[in-house]
Structures are given as structure tokens and as C-alpha cells.
């Protein structure tokens, strides 16, 4: 082999090698994110295991789901009360004007007739 192709081999050996470094290096560093990426998916599935249990199955209270529920059940009753309240004030208001107009004729007669 003449020199310059040595030379060509030795330099395209070198290449080779210095690439196959980078990329080892690359993919340890690929190897370390992943490691890392497991680790924090590891502790999400945690915390939505926790939550699942505090929401759907409950940690020693009813669930978060079946409390929600109570809490709009709640909240209608009040509103159907509130409801009625107003309902009875009108009506309350109405019958104290029915009642006064019912009263003023018989006031003034007893007013005119002294």
C-alpha cells in the first residue's frame, strides 16, 4: 500500500473512531435522561394512584366524587328553599295589600259616620 493510502486509512480511522466516541458518549447521556424520565413517570403514577384513591375510592372519608355529590344535592335543597322563601314573601305581601285595601273603606265609613 503506497503511503497516502495508509495515510487515508489512518486519518479515516481516526475519523471513525473519534465519531464512534461521540457517539457513545450521546447515548450515555440519552441512557441518563431516560433514567430519569423513568424515575419521574415512577413518581406521577404515584401521586395519581393517591389521587384516584383520595377522589375515586376514598382514604378513610367517603370519596372526593361521593362528597361533591352530597355537597349539589345540598346546594339545590338550599336553592329550592330560598326559592319558596321568596315565593312566600310575595304572596305575604300580596294577602297584607289585599288585607288593606279591604280595610280602608271600612275605616273611612267609621271615620265619616263619627
Do not use: C, H, Y
Not at 440519552?30 to 413517570?41: C, L
Not at 372526593?64 to 344535592?73: D, G, K, M, N, P
Amino acid at each position: 500500500m503506497s503511503k497516502d493510502a495508509e495515510k487515508l486509512v489512518e486519518e479515516f480511522s481516526e475519523d471513525l473512531a473519534l465519531i464512534l466516541e461521540t457517539f457513545i458518549e450521546e447515548t450515555q447521556d440519552a441512557k441518563v435522561v431516560i433514567a430519569r424520565i423513568e424515575t419521574e413517570m415512577g413518581r406521577l403514577k404515584e401521586d395519581i394512584t393517591s389521587l384516584n384513591k383520595t377522589i375515586r375510592d376514598g382514604n378513610g372519608q367517603p370519596p372526593l366524587i361521593t362528597r361533591i355529590a352530597v355537597v349539589e344535592e345540598k346546594i339545590a335543597e338550599i336553592k329550592g328553599k330560598i326559592e319558596a322563601m321568596e315565593n312566600e314573601t310575595a304572596e305575604e305581601k300580596k294577602l297584607r295589600w289585599e288585607f288593606v285595601l279591604a280595610a280602608v273603606p271600612g275605616v273611612l265609613a267609621l271615620l265619616t259616620g263619627l
